[in-house]
Nanobody
């Protein structure tokens, strides 16, 4: 299983970024795909999740109406469109996949991509 994030970088407050997570090694369309983030000195928090059926839910209150998760099952890729970015959005963003394998639920993480919001 591989999850490869891309699209992070430095952006000014109020700007936008789109993160991508390219997945391989499992049946993407059957997986719950999520984005998490971890800011310095803080725990990892759920940003947004997308069920295997494409239903969107579980947005963190702090990103509602600013971030949008989407997925392209044909490309095995999940995206996180981030707009109106704030300095407090600065964190390492991780892609997460959860699915059933060998009769149990498993999850995998990407290596993370840094997002820095600063003027």
């Amino acid at each position: 299983v591989q999850l490869v994030e891309s699209g992070g970088g430095l952006v000014q407050p109020g700007g936008s970024l789109r993160l991508s997570c390219a997945a391989s090694g499992f049946t993407f369309r059957q997986a719950v795909m999520s984005w998490y983030r971890q800011a310095p000195g803080k725990g990892r928090e759920l940003v947004a999740g997308s069920s295997s059926a494409g239903a969107i839910g579980n947005y963190a209150d702090s990103v509602k109406d600013r971030f949008t998760i989407s997925r392209d099952n044909a490309k095995n890729t999940v995206y996180l469109q981030m707009s109106s970015l704030k300095p407090e959005d600065t964190a390492v963003y991780y892609c997460n996949a959860q699915f059933s394998r060998w009769g149990r639920s498993v999850e995998y993480w990407g290596q993370g991509t840094q997002v820095t919001v600063s003027s």
